[in-house]
C-alpha cells in the first residue's frame, strides 16, 4: 500500500496551478483521487472478452477536504451493455466514483456522457478501451461534481477488490445469465484467469471473436 | 430469505423481513431482484416504492431458498459516445445518425472491433450522414430512415462492387444455361443502369463537390430504379406473349432483385460466419433480410431451414419455394438461386 502525504501533494499542487495562472485557485476544483489500480487491471482483463461499453461504480471515502480514497469496492449496476453504450439503472447511492470505458482511443466525454453519468455522479471517470488493452493505467478524464475540474490528480494504490454486487446485464440486447455473471465478476476481481475464462465461454456468445483469439 | 441491501456505498445482508425496516426510504425508488437459488435463476425484477417494498417481500418471507437483492433505483444513467471511429478517424455524429448508422451496420451485419467501424464502410456511413439532417425533420420516419440505408447500401455497391460485377457476370455466362438469357439480359440492363448512375454521379460531383446535394443524387438513384422497372415490365410482356407459358417462380409482389445488386462482400462476410452446408438457410436468410430490413431473421431462416430440409436433394426447386414464399409474404426477392450457386460454389472451393 503506498503511503503518501495527502497535504503535501495538495498544496504543491495548488501552488503549481497559481504559479501558471496567477491567481487563486478555488480549492472545490482539484480534486485529488486516490484509485485503486486493480480496478483497472480487472477491466483491462475483461476486455478480453467483450467489445462493449461498460461501467463500474465505487464507493468513495473523503479524506480531507477535496482529497478522496475511492474504497476498493466495486458494484456493478443494472446496465444494458452495446458498443458505443452504456445505460446503468441501479446506484450504489450518493457520493460514488463512476468509471466507465470509451470504446477504441475516444479519449473525451460525449455530449450525452456531460449530460447524463457526468451529472449524475459526483466523481465520473473515463477511461479508453485502447488504454485498458495496451495495459496503460490511466484515467483519461474526469468530472468533479458535474464539472470538469480546473486541476486533478489520480494516484493510485494497490488493493484487492472486493465485489459488492452485480446486477442484471444486457449485452448487445441479451440478458447474461445472472448467476454466471455474478461468478464471472468475482473471478475476474479476484484475478482468478481460469475460472473467468471458463465463465467467460458460458456467458458470451460463441460470435464474440475476440474469445476465439484468446490464449489464457 | 437473504437480502442484499446495496445502500449508501455498503452492502448489507439482511436475513429476515424485519430487519428491513428503517433500511427502506419510502421516498425513494428501489430495483428488487429476486433469485431462486435452487434453480440459479433469476424470478423477477422490479422497480418498486420504498412504501411498496416490503409489502411485495412478504410472499418470500418463509422461503430460504431465495436471495433478494435491493438497489436503489435511478433513472438510466447514460453514457454515449457519439464519436463514430472510422479507421483511425473520428468523426462526430448526432444520435439520429448513430442510430441510423448502426442500423445498417447491423443489417451489412458489420464485425465491430474494439467499436471502430471498418474503412470500406466509410463511404456508406458517410453519405447516411450526410443524407441525415442534423435537426429533428422527418426523424421519425420509418421509410425514409430505410430507404436512405437502401441509397447508402446501393451507393456502397456502386461503388465499391462495380468491378465484380463483369466477372460475376462472365462466370455466369459460361457456368449457367438455366435461363440464362433472361438473367444475363437483367445484368446486362443492371450493369448499364449502374454505370448509368456511376457516371451521373460523377458527372455531377465533379462540378458540384462543395455544395452537397443530396436531393439530387438520391432523385437519380429513384429515377434509375424506375427506369429500370419500366424496361423489365416491357420485357416482361414481351417474353409472355412469344414465349410459350411455363410454370415459372410466383411473380413477386415488390421488386425483383439479382445478385448484381448484392453486397457480395457483404455476402462474404455472411459465409465466413457460416461456413458449413448447416449455415445455408442462415445465408439466405441474411440474404434476404440484407434486401428486406423489416424481415425478420429468425423466422425466415426457420422456414428456409424447413424448405432446405424438405428439397434438399433438388437446391432449384428449394430455390423456388423460397421465392414463392418470399412472393406470398410480400418481401423483395432476392436472386436465391444465384445465391444458393454462390455459397455452394464458395464452399466447393
Same mark, same amino acid.
Given at each position: 500500500?503506498m503511503?503518501?502525504?495527502?497535504?503535501?501533494?495538495?498544496?504543491?499542487?495548488n501552488?503549481?496551478?497559481?504559479k501558471?495562472?496567477?491567481?487563486?485557485m478555488?480549492?472545490?476544483s482539484?480534486?485529488?483521487?486516490?484509485?485503486?489500480?486493480?480496478?483497472?487491471?480487472?477491466?483491462a482483463?475483461?476486455?478480453?472478452?467483450?467489445?462493449t461499453?461498460?461501467?463500474v461504480? !465505487?464507493?468513495?471515502k473523503e479524506?480531507?477536504?477535496?482529497?478522496?480514497k475511492?474504497? *476498493?469496492?466495486v458494484?456493478?449496476?443494472d446496465?444494458e451493455?452495446?458498443y458505443?453504450?452504456v445505460?446503468a439503472?441501479?446506484?450504489?447511492?450518493?457520493?460514488? #466514483?463512476?468509471l466507465?470505458?470509451h470504446? =477504441?482511443?475516444?479519449?473525451?466525454?460525449?455530449?450525452i456522457d456531460?449530460?447524463?453519468?457526468?451529472?449524475q455522479? #459526483?466523481?465520473?471517470?473515463?477511461i479508453t478501451?485502447?488504454?485498458?488493452?495496451?495495459?496503460?493505467y490511466?484515467i483519461?478524464?474526469?468530472r468533479?461534481?458535474?464539472?470538469? *475540474?480546473d486541476?486533478?490528480?489520480v494516484?493510485?494504490?494497490e488493493?484487492p477488490?472486493?465485489?459488492?454486487d452485480?446486477?442484471?446485464?444486457?449485452?448487445?440486447?441479451?440478458?447474461?445469465?445472472?448467476?454466471a455473471?455474478?461468478?464471472?465478476?468475482?473471478?475476474?476481481?479476484? =484475478?482468478d484467469?481460469?475460472?473467468?475464462?471458463?465463465?467467460?465461454?458460458?456467458?458470451?456468445?460463441?460470435?464474440?471473436?475476440?474469445?476465439?483469439?484468446?490464449?489464457? | 430469505?437473504?437480502i442484499?441491501?446495496?445502500k449508501? =456505498?455498503t452492502?448489507?445482508v439482511?436475513?429476515?423481513?424485519?430487519e428491513?425496516?428503517?433500511?427502506i426510504?419510502?421516498?425513494d425508488?428501489y430495483? +428488487?431482484?429476486?433469485?431462486d437459488?435452487?434453480q440459479?435463476?433469476?424470478?423477477?425484477a422490479?422497480i418498486?416504492?420504498?412504501?411498496?417494498?416490503?409489502?411485495?417481500?412478504?410472499?418470500?418471507?418463509?422461503n430460504?431458498?431465495?436471495? +433478494?437483492?435491493?438497489s436503489?433505483?435511478?433513472?438510466?444513467?447514460a453514457?454515449?459516445? !457519439?464519436?463514430?471511429?472510422?479507421?483511425?478517424?473520428?468523426?462526430?455524429?448526432?444520435?439520429e445518425q448513430?442510430?441510423?448508422?448502426?442500423?445498417?451496420l447491423?443489417?451489412?451485419d458489420v464485425?465491430i472491433?474494439?467499436g471502430?467501424?471498418?474503412?470500406e464502410?466509410r463511404?456508406a456511413? !458517410?453519405h447516411i450522414?450526410?443524407?441525415?439532417p442534423?435537426?429533428?425533420e422527418?426523424s421519425?420516419?420509418?421509410?425514409?430512415?430505410v430507404?436512405?440505408?437502401a441509397?447508402?447500401?446501393?451507393?456502397k455497391?456502386?461503388?465499391?462492387?462495380?468491378?465484380?460485377?463483369?466477372?460475376?457476370?462472365?462466370?455466369?455466362?459460361?457456368?449457367?444455361?438455366?435461363g440464362s438469357?433472361?438473367?444475363?439480359e437483367?445484368i446486362?440492363?443492371v450493369l448499364?443502369v449502374?454505370?448509368?448512375?456511376?457516371h451521373?454521379?460523377?458527372?455531377q460531383e465533379? *462540378?458540384?463537390?462543395?455544395?452537397?446535394n443530396?436531393?439530387?443524387?438520391?432523385?437519380? +438513384?429513384?429515377?434509375v430504379?424506375?427506369?429500370?422497372?419500366?424496361?423489365?415490365?416491357?420485357?416482361?410482356?414481351k417474353?409472355?406473349?412469344?414465349?410459350?407459358?411455363?410454370?415459372?417462380p410466383?411473380?413477386?409482389?415488390?421488386?425483383v432483385?439479382?445478385m448484381?445488386?448484392?453486397a457480395i462482400?457483404?455476402?462474404?462476410?455472411i459465409?465466413?460466419?457460416?461456413?458449413?452446408q448447416?449455415?445455408?438457410?442462415?445465408?439466405?436468410a441474411?440474404?434476404?433480410v440484407?434486401y428486406?430490413?423489416?424481415?425478420?431473421?429468425?423466422?425466415i431462416?426457420?422456414?428456409?431451414?424447413?424448405?432446405?430440409?424438405?428439397?434438399?436433394a433438388?437446391?432449384? +426447386?428449394?430455390?423456388?419455394?423460397?421465392i414463392?414464399?418470399?412472393s406470398?409474404k410480400?418481401?423483395n426477392?432476392?436472386p436465391?438461386?444465384?445465391?444458393?450457386?454462390?455459397y455452394t460454389?464458395r464452399?466447393?472451393?
Amino acid at each position: 500500500m503506498m503511503v503518501f502525504n495527502f497535504r503535501k501533494l495538495f498544496n504543491r499542487q495548488n501552488r503549481d496551478k497559481n504559479k501558471q495562472n496567477n491567481t487563486t485557485m478555488p480549492e472545490a476544483s482539484a480534486p485529488i483521487i486516490f484509485l485503486p489500480v486493480n480496478l483497472l487491471k480487472a477491466l483491462a482483463t475483461l476486455y478480453k472478452y467483450i467489445d462493449t461499453e461498460f461501467l463500474v461504480e !465505487m464507493p468513495i471515502k473523503e479524506m480531507e477536504k477535496n482529497i478522496f480514497k475511492v474504497e *476498493p469496492k466495486v458494484f456493478i449496476p443494472d446496465m444494458e451493455l452495446e458498443y458505443a453504450t452504456v445505460y446503468a439503472e441501479t446506484s450504489l447511492g450518493e457520493k460514488t #466514483f463512476v468509471l466507465h470505458t470509451h470504446p =477504441g482511443d475516444i479519449d473525451t466525454f460525449s455530449a450525452i456522457d456531460e449530460q447524463s453519468i457526468n451529472a449524475q455522479s #459526483f466523481i465520473s471517470a473515463l477511461i479508453t478501451q485502447r488504454n485498458l488493452e495496451q495495459k496503460k493505467y490511466i484515467i483519461d478524464d474526469i468530472r468533479y461534481q458535474g464539472q470538469k *475540474p480546473d486541476y486533478y490528480s489520480v494516484v493510485y494504490y494497490e488493493s484487492p477488490i472486493e465485489v459488492l454486487d452485480v446486477g442484471l446485464i444486457t449485452y448487445h440486447q441479451r440478458l447474461l445469465d445472472p448467476i454466471a455473471t455474478q461468478q464471472f465478476i468475482e473471478s475476474l476481481f479476484a =484475478g482468478d484467469y481460469r475460472s473467468t475464462n471458463n465463465l467467460a465461454k458460458r456467458l458470451f456468445n460463441r460470435n464474440n471473436k475476440k474469445l476465439s483469439s484468446l490464449s489464457m | 430469505m437473504v437480502i442484499n441491501l446495496i445502500k449508501s =456505498g455498503t452492502k448489507k445482508v439482511l436475513t429476515s423481513l424485519s430487519e428491513l425496516k428503517g433500511e427502506i426510504n419510502s421516498n425513494d425508488n428501489y430495483k +428488487v431482484t429476486v433469485f431462486d437459488l435452487t434453480q440459479g435463476s433469476l424470478v423477477s425484477a422490479n422497480i418498486l416504492s420504498g412504501k411498496e417494498v416490503e409489502q411485495f417481500l412478504i410472499q418470500y418471507e418463509s422461503n430460504s431458498n431465495v436471495l +433478494v437483492k435491493i438497489s436503489v433505483y435511478r433513472p438510466k444513467m447514460a453514457a454515449a459516445h !457519439m464519436h463514430l471511429q472510422i479507421g483511425k478517424e473520428q468523426i462526430e455524429v448526432t444520435e439520429e445518425q448513430a442510430v441510423k448508422i448502426a442500423n445498417f451496420l447491423k443489417i451489412m451485419d458489420v464485425n465491430i472491433k474494439n467499436g471502430i467501424i471498418p474503412e470500406e464502410y466509410r463511404e456508406a456511413v !458517410m453519405h447516411i450522414i450526410s443524407e441525415t439532417p442534423s435537426s429533428d425533420e422527418d426523424s421519425d420516419n420509418v421509410d425514409s430512415v430505410v430507404e436512405k440505408i437502401a441509397n447508402a447500401v446501393a451507393e456502397k455497391i456502386i461503388t465499391i462492387l462495380s468491378p465484380l460485377f463483369a466477372t460475376k457476370q462472365k462466370k455466369t455466362q459460361e457456368a449457367d444455361n438455366v435461363g440464362s438469357d433472361t438473367t444475363n439480359e437483367t445484368i446486362n440492363e443492371v450493369l448499364t443502369v449502374l454505370n448509368e448512375i456511376q457516371h451521373q454521379k460523377k458527372s455531377q460531383e465533379q *462540378p458540384q463537390k462543395q455544395t452537397s446535394n443530396k436531393n439530387k443524387s438520391q432523385s437519380t +438513384v429513384k429515377k434509375v430504379v424506375e427506369k429500370k422497372q419500366k424496361k423489365t415490365n416491357k420485357k416482361d410482356k414481351k417474353t409472355t406473349t412469344n414465349a410459350p407459358k411455363k410454370t415459372q417462380p410466383q411473380k413477386p409482389k415488390k421488386e425483383v432483385l439479382t445478385m448484381n445488386t448484392a453486397a457480395i462482400e457483404v455476402f462474404d462476410t455472411i459465409y465466413d460466419k457460416l461456413p458449413n452446408q448447416a449455415g445455408l438457410a442462415s445465408f439466405l436468410a441474411r440474404v434476404v433480410v440484407y434486401y428486406n430490413p423489416d424481415a425478420e431473421l429468425k423466422v425466415i431462416r426457420k422456414r428456409f431451414k424447413n424448405i432446405l430440409e424438405r428439397y434438399r436433394a433438388d437446391y432449384v +426447386v428449394a430455390g423456388e419455394k423460397i421465392i414463392t414464399y418470399l412472393s406470398n409474404k410480400g418481401y423483395n426477392t432476392p436472386p436465391i438461386h444465384e445465391a444458393i450457386n454462390y455459397y455452394t460454389e464458395r464452399r466447393s472451393k
